[in-house]
């Protein structure tokens, strides 16, 4: 319960209160993953990326199979400057949903250009992927905690496409209106980038949301 209020309080911008009920979710069930992981969101709205790594760390000895964990650990080690680490999460990941040739197509480039131009071809080749699914398939069917749009807004916004992620983003309101809050305040990525678009603060008001502008 606590999680969760801390997920609903990460949502409504309220991130101190929600850091508290998470920390409280934490001490009540250190062996959850999912609790330390649910910090560490938090932690990076926060800005506190360092600090979400370790907890990332954690889930992971937990659960070493735990996908969500390994892609918060990618995001968190990269912003941080943690290159190793953020290619080693990467690779991993990748791995284990069984895309092998981007695994090793990652590596090698991190090896010939760096990281940081091997993380974004990366992100590249995930939303040309994520793309060509969505043509096949509708986008806006809930699986789990996401839909295939949210990382579609993710990979764009990871890659500095704040314009192809408004597209997505407003593609989604109209959609599911329902939980346009949910995309611009739990997705892990900052969505002050998406301000740059001017539909942004037209769909706020037009959704209610001005408070969020």
Known sequence: ???????????????EEAREQMLIAVALNPQAPVSHTGLSDVLMALGRNAEAVTLLGTALRLSPTYQAALERLDMCC????????A????RTLLGMRG?????????????????PVARERD???????LLARAAQEDPFIELGTRMQADSIVIAHAELGEWSGAMDWVERGYYQRPGR???????????????ASDPRYVRLL???GLAELI
């Open 123 to 129: 992100v590249h080749n995930e939303l040309d992927a």
């Open 1 to 15: 319960a606590h999680r969760v209020y801390g997920a609903w309080l990460k949502i409504a911008g309220r991130l």
């Open 99 to 115: 895309l092998h040739e981007r695994a090793a197509a990652l590596e090698e480039t991190t090896a010939t250009d760096g990281w």
């Open 180 to 194: 346009l809050r949910r995309v611009l305040t739990d997705l892990p990525y900052d969505r002050r980038g998406l």
């Open 87 to 90: 290619l080693d999460a990467r």
């Open 205 to 207: 008001r037009t959704a």
């Open 78 to 85: 990269h912003r941080a400057g943690w290159h190793d680490q």
